[in-house]
C-alpha cells in the first residue's frame, strides 16, 4: 500500500509557473506508476498527467502538453508536476494518484489517491 500527500498549490498569475509536490509513504513507491488529476468545480476529475514507475515514459492530457512536466524521485518516494504557462482555466484541485498497473490516463484504474492540493490561477 501507499498514502499520498499533495502539496505546493497556491495563488498565481496567468503565465506564471507552480510546482505540485506528492510524498508517499512506504518501501515500495518505486513500484507504482504515479499520474496527476484535477478537478475544477462542477465538473468532473480530468486526466492530468501520468508516469511509469521507472520515469522512462510520461503522458499528458490535451491540455496541458507543452506546459506542464510531470518527473519523479523515487529516492525521495516523491512525484512532481512542475507547471508552466499557466491559464486561468488550469484552476482546479489537484490530486496525486498511484496506480500498480492499468490504463494511465483513467481514474479507476488509480487504486491510492492523496486530498489534493488547491491551484488557483488569476487572469
Known amino acids: 500500500q501507499v498514502q499520498l500527500v499533495e502539496s505546493g498549490g497556491g495563488l498565481v498569475q496567468a503565465g506564471g509557473s507552480l510546482r505540485l509536490s506528492c510524498a508517499a509513504s512506504?518501501?515500495?513507491?518505486?513500484?507504482?506508476?504515479m499520474g496527476w488529476f484535477r478537478q475544477a468545480p462542477g465538473k468532473e476529475r480530468e486526466f492530468v498527467a501520468a508516469?511509469?514507475?521507472?520515469?522512462?515514459?510520461?503522458y499528458y492530457a490535451d491540455s496541458v502538453k507543452g506546459r506542464f512536466t510531470i518527473s519523479r524521485d523515487n529516492a525521495k518516494n516523491t512525484v512532481y508536476l512542475h507547471m508552466n504557462s499557466l491559464k486561468p482555466e488550469d484552476t482546479a484541485v489537484y490530486y496525486c494518484?498511484?496506480?500498480?498497473?492499468?490504463?494511465?490516463?483513467?481514474?479507476?484504474?488509480?487504486?491510492?489517491w492523496g486530498q489534493g492540493t488547491q491551484v488557483t490561477v488569476s487572469s
Open positions: 494518484a498511484a496506480q500498480y498497473g492499468g490504463t494511465w490516463y483513467l481514474r479507476d484504474e488509480y487504486a491510492y
Open positions: 508516469i511509469r514507475r521507472f520515469g522512462g515514459t510520461t
Open positions: 512506504g518501501r515500495t513507491f518505486s513500484s507504482y506508476n
